[in-house]
């Protein structure tokens, strides 16, 4: 997601998707992970991990099995992060999702847009590496839009003064 | 009393910021591939 976009700082708690009327409505995946972080780049490199600023990749959701279950066609659903990652508002944002399996082999279609160039990197199975796409999830970054804690800690110290 | 309560409501939509990125173009499994 590029700062363009996304044009606010933001404590981000949810990611919603919105399901496409194919595909199941449910499924499970096996050790699935989110990560978030941050890129320097505009388009994105097949070697995944290159990808982030050093330091910035940050585990946000970790479920052994994630189940997704009574998916509406055309509705939004929500994964709700462990820990809410907190976007400063500089910066492209790294959103990198991993797993395993599926044991039962389903799978759950998601609206997407088609950016142009490789704004996303795909792996199947899962590699250090992957192939660039354009087409990128339609999302809603669910959050709060407010400042860091020191931020407000030195405006305190401030007055304190 | 009720220049209050909508100052209220003002700082609680500040406070909530959903962003939305992309629109309904294409549909994929990616990320929830099952195969």
């Keep these: 997601m590029l700062d363009s976009e996304i044009g606010t700082a933001i404590t981000i708690n949810d990611l919603l998707w919105k399901r496409a009327p194919m595909g199941m409505d449910h499924s499970s995946y096996t050790d699935f992970k989110i990560y978030m972080g941050y890129t320097t780049r505009d388009i994105l490199e097949p070697e995944f991990d290159s990808n982030y600023v050093p330091g910035s990749k940050t585990l946000v959701f970790s479920r052994s099995t994630y189940t997704l279950s009574g998916l509406a066609s055309g509705a939004w659903f929500t994964t709700a992060l462990d820990t809410p990652f907190f976007y400063n508002g500089s910066g492209n944002l790294l959103i990198d999702i991993e797993w395993t399996s599926s044991p039962d082999g389903l799978s759950v279609y998601v609206f997407n847009w088609n950016t142009d160039v490789g704004r996303s990197m795909f792996s199947s199975p899962a590699g250090s590496t992957g192939d660039p796409e354009n087409f990128v999830p339609h999302m809603i970054l669910g959050g709060t839009n407010d400042l860091e804690s020191k931020t407000f800690a030195r405006i305190k110290t401030m007055f304190a003064k | ?35």
């Design chain 2, 1 to 35: 009393m009720n220049r209050f309560l909508k100052a209220l409501l003002l700082l609680s939509a500040a406070a909530f910021a959903d962003v939305e990125i992309g629109f309904d173009q294409g549909a994929s499994s990616t990320p929830f591939c099952g195969g």
